[in-house]
């Protein structure tokens, strides 16, 4: 199944530290782009975070977003300790008194100034970490998800847009002959104007209609353009495969060019510019696969 390279995943647990919520975006890049946005507590953890991202995206833009609502637990581990405000403000008032001050003036405003704020909950342990692969590991699943969901629309679109190259470059094939037909009474019709047919009129004819078959023939471009197509159709069946499409389609518009730039009838020029609004159509498609 193809991929595409824009999507969205979210999943959110209930762990001992807290409510986790992960949030996975990504959008169109050549390569793999990664950003990651974590708590203070779970920064040690970006390593991580990066290796799992990598494992299950090749391309793209990937953004990640991890939110942190502290559990009750944690939230009382963050407070200070109520005994030591006790003896703080003691400590303190004693110092007023000694130094001619009101005591009255310690507070708790003026204590929590010379308050030491030390926790245990500022780095999140490896135990967290268990937690932490677990919430982002669904939402890379719902990530993958969508992203497949989309390949699939893709996939059927491209699917349809080839279809109609194949059945244009059978018209173009139908019609190269007659080119070569109308080059040869065109020619017929200039040389009897400036000379009386004959023999060596004739002849003279021959080789240049010769020369401007050779010149004019698109059988080599009509069958390198059914391999590259073939060879797409292959790709739509999935993988990793947006760089291979790209360049396959590549190769289809030099051999629509090379058709154009070879044929004088106006029906294939007409041909040569349907196909090169489909492959254009594709190309945009095949940007954002992954």
């Given at each position: 199944m193809l991929n595409s390279m824009t999507g969205f995943g979210r999943a959110v647990i209930d762990a001992p530290f807290g409510r986790l919520t992960v949030e996975i975006q990504s959008i169109n890049r050549k390569y793999l782009e990664v950003l990651v946005f974590l708590p203070k507590e779970f920064s040690r953890f970006e390593h991580e975070v990066r290796k799992w991202v990598g494992e299950a995206v090749s391309r793209g833009g990937v953004s990640v977003r991890v939110f942190l609502i502290p559990s009750s637990r944690v939230i009382e581990g963050l407070l200070p300790d109520?005994?030591?405000?006790?003896?703080?403000?003691?400590?303190?008032?004693?110092?007023?008194?000694?130094?001619?001050?009101?005591?009255?003036?310690?507070?708790?405003?003026?204590?929590?100034?010379?308050?030491?704020?030390?926790?245990?909950?500022?780095?999140?342990?490896?135990?967290?970490?268990?937690?932490?692969?677990?919430?982002?590991?669904?939402?890379?699943?719902?990530?993958?998800?969508?992203?497949?969901?989309?390949?699939?629309?893709?996939?059927?679109?491209?699917?349809?847009?080839?279809?109609?190259?194949?059945?244009?470059?059978?018209?173009?094939?139908?019609?190269?002959?007659?080119?070569?037909?109308?080059?040869?009474?065109?020619?017929?019709?200039?040389?009897?104007?400036?000379?009386?047919?004959?023999?060596?009129?004739?002849?003279?004819?021959?080789?240049?209609?010769?020369?401007?078959?050779?010149?004019?023939?698109?059988?080599?471009?009509?069958?390198?353009?059914?391999s590259h197509a073939a060879q797409f159709k292959i790709l739509l069946k999935g993988g990793i495969v947006g760089r291979k499409m790209d360049f396959l389609i590549q190769e289809m518009g030099r051999e629509v060019n090379t058709i154009g730039s070879k044929s004088m009838e106006a029906k294939i020029a007409h041909l040569v510019v349907e196909m090169k609004s489909e492959l254009e159509k594709i190309r945009e498609q095949v940007q954002n696969i992954e």
């Open positions: 109520v005994v030591l405000l006790k003896e703080l403000k003691k400590a303190w008032e004693k110092i007023a008194r000694e130094i001619g001050g009101d005591p009255k003036g310690i507070d708790l405003p003026f204590i929590m100034q010379y308050f030491p704020m030390q926790s245990t909950q500022d780095v999140a342990s490896d135990e967290d970490l268990t937690s932490l692969h677990h919430c982002m590991t669904e939402a890379i699943k719902a990530l993958i998800a969508m992203k497949q969901t989309e390949g699939k629309t893709l996939a059927q679109d491209m699917a349809g847009r080839i279809k109609e190259l194949e059945r244009t470059i059978d018209e173009v094939e139908k019609h190269a002959p007659d080119t070569t037909k109308k080059m040869r009474q065109k020619l017929l019709e200039k040389m009897e104007e400036l000379l009386k047919a004959g023999p060596e009129v004739e002849e003279r004819l021959l080789r240049e209609v010769a020369v401007f078959a050779e010149r004019v023939d698109v059988t080599e471009e009509v069958t390198r353009f059914r």
